[in-house]
């Protein structure tokens, strides 16, 4: 998504919403100005008020950020596999790990 882009689409989805600039800001916790300089890609929200506009509309962060760059899909691939094997109890995680070693050993039968 370029940068003309992203004020565009900060500003239809809060049209969407029936927003006015004061509303989201009071919302976020910024000023109608700061909306208004994202709105008109003068500057870009921070992670934090992003992810918090992305709450107040309905709307996904990835679906506001774009897609990730290709060099940057494995490391959020990992870290999502990472953080839902951390949440498995023991018995579980061990019989994951038994399965991957067999996959592993057999690449051939892999789909």
């Known amino acids: 998504m370029s ?3 992203y004020g ?3 500003r239809n ?3 969407a919403n ?3 600039q004061g509303q989201v800001a009071e919302a976020l916790g910024v000023t109608p100005g700061y909306i ?3 709105e008109n ?3 870009a929200m921070s992670l934090r008020i992003l992810t918090y506009y992305a709450k107040l509309t309905g709307r996904s962060l990835d679906s506001l950020v774009g897609e990730l760059e290709p060099e940057y899909s494995e490391t959020a691939l990992d870290r999502r596999l990472y953080r839902m094997i951390c949440d498995l109890d ?3 995680k061990e019989k994951l790990l038994a399965t991957l070693m067999i996959w592993a050993a057999n690449p051939q039968q892999q789909t």
């Open 3 to 5: 940068s003309e882009d």
């Open 41 to 43: 890609n003068r500057t």
């Open 8 to 10: 565009t689409l900060i």
């Open 90 to 92: 023991t018995d579980t």
């Open 18 to 20: 029936d927003l006015t």
């Open 13 to 15: 989805l809060r049209i």
């Open 36 to 38: 208004s300089n994202v």
